[in-house]
């Protein structure tokens, strides 16, 4: 009468083996359908890279030195909330990245000297 219903706790559990071929069968499509399109497009990642000319991580040009707007993009909201301390804004740790930057760049375009040392 049990065989229709769940196994209990004092029966064990039959289980049916997979005939070989299927298991066979089962690792080729595996193959196929996952290892194969991944050296695919690491092949075609690697062909652009021949493409291209120039070192893989450019160097920070004079633009990047020159520009707060560059420098800020950079840094992070700590890094940001420090310099904004440097600098004495009010208010500046309820700021979010945006508002934030855009007052530090205000600072940064007042003629002091000392202002830009900091960057």
């Known amino acids: 009468m ?12 039959q289980l049916h083996p997979l005939p070989r071929g299927l298991v066979e069968l089962y690792g080729l499509m595996a193959v196929l359908f996952v290892l194969v399109p991944e050296w695919m497009a690491g092949g075609a990642l690697f062909s652009f890279r021949d493409g291209r000319q120039g070192s893989e991580l450019p160097v920070p040009s004079g633009a990047w030195r020159r520009l707060p707007e560059l420098r800020l ?8 909330r420090r310099l904004a301390r440097q600098q004495r ?20 375009r007042e ?6 040392d900091l960057l």
């Open 2 to 13: 049990n065989s229709q219903g769940p196994p209990t706790d004092h029966e064990p559990r």
């Open 111 to 116: 003629p002091s000297a000392e202002v830009r």
């Open 73 to 80: 993009a950079t840094m992070g909201l700590a890094d940001l």
């Open 89 to 108: 804004i009010s208010g500046y740790a309820s700021l979010n990245r945006e508002l934030l930057s855009a007052r530090l760049l205000t600072r940064l």
